[in-house]
């Protein structure tokens, strides 16, 4: 992944659109976020620019905070499997504190995409005038990454040290 295209922020809404506006002055059309409050950051910075979410820009959080689903355009983002970490965490404290000591192991989890309105597939002819001028669509896959294009270039939003 090409560093210029990674943007280190805060988890805050402010952090978020730093590194999104960022992200933009480099011609991304598409940003995923560490968390939603960034995802939100990042549709604030799109609109600055007068920039329409998705149709300009797609934009992605993560975590499928409470009421983000109510958002303007609301937010895709991706869900943690809350309940199935939380009863690994315990059924295993659970062993440790029966005796049983638990295997030193590492557990899986595997998000959900909840796609929403802030989502959209790259524009094909003239919608965009931000496409047609540079060709390029960008977007920061967390951990795993689809194969893209010739013309799909990848960026995003990411925490300090993330």
Do not use: W
Not at 2 to 10: T, V
Not at 120 to 133: D, K, W
């Amino acid at each position: 992944m090409e560093n210029e295209l990674i943007q280190h922020s805060l988890y805050t809404l402010e952090g978020g659109q730093a590194a999104a506006a960022a992200l933009m002055d480099r011609d991304c059309t598409a940003v995923v976020c560490a968390s939603d409050m960034m995802a939100l950051g990042a549709i604030r910075a799109a609109r600055q620019r007068g920039l329409d979410v998705p149709k300009d820009v797609s934009v992605v959080g993560f975590d499928d905070s409470p009421l983000i689903a109510f958002t303007d355009p609301p937010l895709t983002t991706v869900r943690k499997p809350v309940p199935a970490m939380g009863q690994a965490a315990v059924r295993t404290l659970l062993e440790e504190i029966g005796g049983t000591p638990a295997p030193h192991s590492e557990f899986v989890f595997m998000p959900e995409l909840v796609v929403r309105g802030s989502t959209a597939s790259a524009p094909r002819g003239p919608e965009s005038s931000r496409e047609a001028e540079s060709g390029r669509r960008c977007a920061l896959p967390r951990g795993r990454s689809r194969r893209a294009s010739a013309r799909t270039r990848t960026c995003g939003a990411d925490p300090p040290g993330g």
